[in-house]
């Protein structure tokens, strides 16, 4: 596998955590967001990832595999919905009804520890792969 391979792997699982602390971001901004009707309440939104494969022969003939991730889709997921009534709140539909997005904001928060996570690892393989190719380089200049 070659350096640009690594950065290339490295770099799309960044971007992809980048993705996924967006969504966490506003998931967590929305979390107690509500509305008098169930479809313009706020819907948690999750990121899909697929893995990109790519076969590089190198000569030989066996095949070096590398694996990329994407961000396939970002979902919206209204399964959390909470109705509540309370017939109080000025937005509260006619039967007295409110609807929260029902977010789980510990959920959220163990998610953003490990997309934050992940992307940690990742810069610090691209920092591996970086000092890999300095010392290679300081190798071949000798």
Do not use: W
Not at 39 to 53: C, M, N
């Amino acid at each position: 596998m070659s350096f640009q391979q690594i950065f290339l792997t490295a770099g799309s699982a960044m971007t992809a955590q980048t993705v996924r602390l967006n969504t966490i971001s506003s998931n967590l901004a929305n979390a107690d967001s509500f509305s008098g009707n169930k479809e313009d309440v706020f819907k948690p939104l999750k990121p899909i990832f697929a893995t990109i494969y790519n076969n590089m022969n190198n000569g030989s003939a066996s095949n070096i595999r590398s694996a990329q991730v994407m961000v396939a889709d970002v979902i919206a997921t209204d399964s959390l919905t909470q109705q509540r009534h309370e017939p109080e709140n000025p937005l509260a539909n006619a039967e007295g009804n409110v609807f929260y997005s029902g977010i789980d904001v510990v959920s959220e928060m163990a998610d953003m520890m490990s997309a934050s996570r992940s992307f940690e690892m990742n810069v610090e393989v691209l920092n591996n792969a970086k000092s890999m190719q300095q010392s290679l380089i300081s190798v071949l200049d000798i």
